[in-house]
């Protein structure tokens, strides 16, 4: 069995400000982890992936998120928050061969100018 | 280029309707599935093709019926609409159906909503 915890359903920063959006999986096996981003009346969008090869996932639009296996965590953070990163974040789990995602709750982002 | 379309946008029906959305992708890939986003947000599986293979299907009324022509199409028919059925329905596309890391890639969305 998979799935995702994400704290914090909303989060606010300053422009300027890190952002830190929090997940938590649970899996039986080595997980493989995703970022996705919903801009308002969108689709979602791949921000960044885990898929073993490395612990530091460096993403698009300066994202980054690091795979903590014994915190069981992929946090997902960006040194500098700017107006247009507003949006809903989810974070996804995909383990061993299950053929599906499971998608967190979401996060929705928002920068304070 | 759109990569994975799905038409209509927007869809405003009465109860009890029977209605279609329709998804195409020009990726190349070979597994197609849909989403449901509820008004909070919350994503949630409902089926999946491969190759034209139905391999997920969750627990969703029987209303809803997933049809897929070939690799690139995977429409979605609900018969009866109710109330409950409004939310955003979300298709999207992979490489790989079964075990694999590659990503999913989503289409713009089709708002229902059910008056």
């Known amino acids: 069995a998979q799935s995702v915890t994400q704290l914090g359903s909303h989060v606010s920063v300053s422009e300027g400000a890190l952002v830190l959006l929090r997940c938590n999986y649970s899996s039986s096996v080595p997980p493989y982890l995703f970022w996705y981003v919903q801009y308002p009346n969108q689709g979602l969008q791949l921000l960044l992936k885990y898929t073993s090869a490395a612990t530091l996932v460096k993403g698009i639009n300066g994202f980054e998120a690091e795979f903590k296996k014994s915190e069981t965590s992929f946090h997902l953070t960006k040194p500098s928050a700017h107006m247009s990163d507003a949006a809903e974040y989810f974070c996804?789990?995909?383990?061993?061969?299950?053929?599906?995602?499971?998608f967190g709750s979401g996060t929705q982002l928002t920068v304070l100018p | 280029d759109t990569a994975v379309s799905q038409t209509p946008k927007y869809l405003v029906t009465q109860m009890g309707n029977d209605k279609s959305i329709k998804c195409e992708q020009n990726l190349g890939h070979d597994t197609m599935y849909w989403y449901k986003q509820d008004s909070k947000k919350f994503l949630k599986i409902m089926f999946s093709?491969?190759?034209?293979?139905?391999?997920i299907n969750e627990t969703v009324p029987n209303r809803f019926s997933p049809k897929s022509p070939d690799k690139a199409h995977l429409n979605l028919h609900i018969n009866s609409l109710e109330l409950g059925d409004s939310a955003v329905y979300f298709c999207?596309?992979?490489?790989?159906?079964?075990?694999?890391?590659?990503?999913?890639?989503f289409g713009p969305g089709t708002r229902l909503t059910v008056l």
């Open positions: 093709y491969n190759n034209k293979e139905l391999i």
């Open positions: 996804a789990v995909r383990s061993g061969s299950a053929r599906q995602l499971t």
């Open positions: 999207a596309s992979s490489d790989g159906g079964g075990g694999s890391y590659n990503e999913q890639f």
